[in-house]
């Protein structure tokens, strides 16, 4: 599948809610998690848009929600998302949704409901589970047992790309998954996005490989 590279003052307006954006992080902890999942992927998001009150010309700030560490706490955050990429060190990709999908199956309020509330509860980084998804080959054992490696769906924490699976989970864009056993590589290989994906920062020599190639329903045990 293509990628395209695209500033994000262009990108900006084009940018909806359920998109997904992917980080390829420098740190100790993200090149672990590309190492053990074999990509260049080491985090999600996802995008929320929030109208300026008390302003009728329709502008808009786009915010990132995510499960990481800012502002002081290691859980799920909200921030502009104008001011990730101008303070992330690595890459950044931006994944749009299939409109079709979009338009027939995304239940908007319902999405930044869930989210919502997990940012109210201040949800925590769920390190553990993070661990346990990315070792696919301790998941499974003989006659249909799980192994050490495999997560039951808890929403207790969250790591990252758990909170934006179980988002689209209850937005229905997707059908029912174990949003615990989903790392930020397998995301981005849901087929859910259009045919072409961005990359608004770092490396163009790193790609998400096999993008928008997996079924989504190989996640629901």
């Known amino acids: 599948m293509p990628v395209k590279q695209i500033f994000y003052e262009d990108a900006r307006p084009l940018m909806q809610p359920g998109d997904v954006i992917a980080f390829g992080g420098k ?10 999942t074999f990509s260049d992927v080491s985090h999600v998001g996802v995008i929320l848009q929030t109208k300026i009150t008390s302003d009728d010309t329709n502008r808009f700030f786009n915010q990132i929600i995510e ?33 079709m999908l979009r338009k027939t199956r995304f ?30 080959a301790l998941d499974e054992l003989p006659l249909g047992m799980h192994g050490l490696g495999y997560n039951r769906e ?16 209850v937005s229905t ?6 949003a615990s056993e989903v790392t930020p ?16 920062k770092g490396d163009n020599n790193k ?15």
């Not at 740190?27 to 053990?36: A, D, P, Q, R």
């Not at 869930?114 to 661990?131: E, G, H, S, T, V």
């Not at 790609?207 to 045990?221: E, G, H, L, Q, Y």
């Open 154 to 169: 808890d929403f207790s924490k969250f790591f990252c790309s758990e909170l934006v699976a179980a988002a689209l989970e």
């Open 185 to 200: 590589i397998d995301l981005c290989r849901w087929k859910i996005y259009q045919d072409t994906y961005y990359q608004l």
């Open 173 to 178: 864009l997707v059908d029912s998954v174990n």
């Open 27 to 36: 740190g100790h902890f993200s090149e672990i998690i590309k190492f053990s």
């Open 107 to 136: 239940k908007q309020k319902e999405f930044y409901n869930f989210l919502f509330n997990q940012a109210k509860a201040r949800k925590p980084y769920d390190m553990p589970q993070a661990i346990k998804s990315a070792l696919d």
């Open 207 to 221: 790609k998400i490989s096999r993008f928008n190639t997996a079924n989504p329903a190989d996640w629901n045990t």
């Open 67 to 99: 499960s990481t560490s800012l502002h002081g706490f290691n859980g799920v955050n909200i921030s502009r998302f104008s001011d990730r990429i101008n303070t992330y060190d690595g890459e950044l990709w931006w994944l749009p949704l299939n409109e």
